[in-house]
């Protein structure tokens, strides 16, 4: 029976819950949270790329800690052996001729996988894993593929694999649908906080079963897509590919669903264009360039209320830090241009984002009248 929305409403209620509180913890991370539960709902793996410490770890083990069901975490090196991922093979096994992996506690039985620093795997990994991720089957080795459980398989890394690395390599790349860089803390005040605050582990109020996440999907699923958001991603396809970005008849097929469980996760029951923002995250194959080409062609196309949010917050903190405010005339100016940021983000729609947006560019603005009157 196809679930109506009152009946995910709950577990609407919950995912809403957890992106608050999520994003209130981790700093400078919104986006980040959003595609880490939107990738959940979807039920399509995810990869976080950044140098080391930008709060990879803290996200997804705060998003894995959330949900119930069964969980695999593990950090692989060169030297990691297939038995670390997929679990010894069985002495009764041999004994009796035959080889099979005792699968207990490892990945093929795991319900959520955290995959650290995935790229630095063997190939002997990597090929097995490639079955796991997209057919989700494992074959324990009496030759029979077996559905494993798995709902979510998160990832990180500090580098993007480059092209020449091996098959292997490019095709586990590609079986992350959503992938993003992860940029180090960016405004002062965000570093104020990381610096100042004891403790920035998110503490979630409640936890998410895989029955309530199978409820979420199926709800997410039900989302139509509005005739304008059909047409705004054929046509940010088109622009895409006369941009050199193409990506797969795959990823792009598997990126209405994302789109779907943004929109669902955004608490609406349509897709509308904006909802696209979360597709500047899975249109691409090169990780060098196409990431901005994508962001930037979305945003020209679709125009989501996100992205321009996101752009109008680094216009901010770029002109904060580079405005003296001792400079009486400098201040006047950085204090106009805030004033036309302040009149965009209220000329936009949209839900908590824009108002955290609004409030910090009201703060940008009262800091800067307080340091220019104690220059005088
Ligand atoms: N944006 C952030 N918000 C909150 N805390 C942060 C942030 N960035 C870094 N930190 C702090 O730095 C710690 C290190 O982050 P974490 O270990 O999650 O990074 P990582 O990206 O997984 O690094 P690595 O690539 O080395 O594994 C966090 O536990 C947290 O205390
Ligand atoms: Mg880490």
Redesign the pocket.
């Known amino acids: 029976m196809k679930p109506t929305p009152t009946d995910a409403a709950p577990v609407q209620a919950k995912f809403a819950a957890a992106r608050v509180e999520l994003a209130a913890?981790?700093?400078?991370?919104d986006i980040e949270v959003d595609l880490a539960l939107t990738a959940l709902v979807a039920g399509e793996h995810l990869l976080l790329v950044?140098?080391?410490?930008?709060?990879?770890?803290?996200?997804l083990d705060s998003l894995l800690a959330w949900t119930g069901g069964t969980k695999f975490s593990v950090l692989l090196t060169k030297f990691s052996v297939p038995e670390e991922v997929f679990g010894p093979v069985s002495l009764a096994g041999l004994k009796a001729d035959r080889y099979v992996r005792v699968t207990a506690g490892k990945l093929p039985e795991a319900d959520y996988a955290f995959l650290?620093e995935v790229f630095k795997a063997s190939s002997a990994i990597l090929n097995t894993l490639l079955r796991v991720l997209n057919e989700r089957t494992f074959d324990a080795g009496d030759g029979v593929a077996r559905a494993v459980p798995l709902k979510l398989c998160v990832a990180?890394s500090?580098e993007w694999p480059c092209p020449e690395t091996g098959r292997e390599l490019a095709a586990v790349f590609d079986r992350f649908l959503v992938r993003k860089a992860?940029a180090p803390?960016r405004s002062a005040a965000?570093r104020s906080r990381?610096l100042w605050s004891r403790d920035?582990?998110p503490k979630l109020t409640a936890s998410i079963s895989p029955a309530e996440v199978d409820l979420a999907r199926a709800a997410a699923r039900a989302v139509p897509w509005s005739v304008e958001a059909k047409e705004a991603f054929e046509a940010v396809l088109k622009e895409l590919a006369r941009e050199g970005v193409r990506p797969g008849d795959r990823r792009q097929f598997k990126t209405v669903g994302v789109v779907r469980a943004y929109a669902w996760l955004s608490g609406d029951e349509v897709v509308m264009p904006e909802h696209l923002e979360a597709a500047a995250h899975t249109l691409w194959d090169d990780p060098a360039e196409q990431p901005g080409v994508a962001a930037r062609v979305i945003g020209r196309v679709a125009n989501p209320v996100g992205m321009r949010v996101t752009q109008l917050l680094v216009e901010v903190e770029e002109l904060v830090a580079a405005t003296d405010t001792r400079d009486l005339a400098a201040a006047a100016k950085a204090a106009a241009k805030l004033g036309e940021v302040q009149r965009q983000l209220a000329s936009l729609k949209g839900g908590g984002r824009l108002e955290a947006a609004r409030a910090h560019v009201r703060e940008q603005l009262r800091r800067l009248r307080l340091a220019s009157i104690e220059a005088v």
């Not at 913890?25 to 991370?29: F, G, K, N």
């Not at 950044?50 to 996200?59: D, F, I, Q, W």
């Open positions: 913890a981790l700093i400078e991370r950044s140098p080391p410490g930008c709060a990879k770890s803290l996200l650290d990180a500090n992860v803390i965000g990381l920035h582990a």
